[in-house]
């Protein structure tokens, strides 16, 4: 069974990132585990704090999760035309030490899908993760977009994707990633 470790970039309850990776969970090809993880607990990177206390418990679970799973699937909200900070800040945690780069992150697959209630989807939070991704030694996944406009309209009240077209279009997205991680396998 393949596993992809999905997180999402947002610590609000009502999360729309949140929802679209629990939809993504359910919607995978057969033969595939996406594994939800979770951004909740992680403190502000702080070398200082790390020195003295190492890496934080919530980090160090992700980085064995991320290290132990075929792929990483980010879902990432869009704040001010960018990246969410408190998904950088997790990114950034799992990269210490520097030496433990090449075991969680070089040769990864990555793919990366976002919500936002506006209309262009997440296409500029998902380039701003580009560059971090390459520092890091990933093979992004460039086959198909997954920006979902409109989340206010596509997820019900409780966080369910009601919105066929939707769906079938992150469907087509995870079937076309876990196409590209099984051929980096």
């Not at 990269?95 to 500029?124: E, H, N």
């Not at 560059?131 to 009240?157: E, I, M, Q």
Request: charged share 20%; net charge positive.
């Amino acid at each position: 069974m393949t596993r992809i470790l999905g997180i999402a970039g947002s610590l609000r309850t009502t999360s729309y990132n949140a929802a679209l990776l629990r939809a993504a969970a359910s919607l995978v090809p057969a033969g595939c585990d996406l594994v939800v993880g979770s951004i909740e607990g992680i403190p502000l990177y702080d070398g200082d704090s790390e020195t003295a206390g190492g890496i934080p418990g919530p980090v160090t679970r992700l980085k064995e999760h991320l290290s132990g799973a075929a792929g990483l699937l980010l879902v990432t909200p869009e704040y001010n035309n960018s990246m969410p900070g408190v998904l950088k800040n997790a990114i950034d945690w799992m990269s210490r030490p520097p030496k433990d780069i090449a075991t969680v992150f070089r040769g990864k697959p990555v793919g990366v899908m976002g919500a936002t209630p506006g209309a262009m989807g997440t296409v500029l939070a998902q380039s701003a993760w580009l560059p971090v991704l390459r520092a890091l030694g990933t093979r992004p996944w460039f086959g198909v977009n997954c920006y979902v406009s409109g989340a206010d309209k596509v997820f019900d009240k409780s966080g369910k994707l009601v919105d066929a077209a939707v769906a079938e279009r992150v469907k087509k997205y995870l079937a076309g990633f876990v196409e590209f991680v099984h051929k980096l396998d």
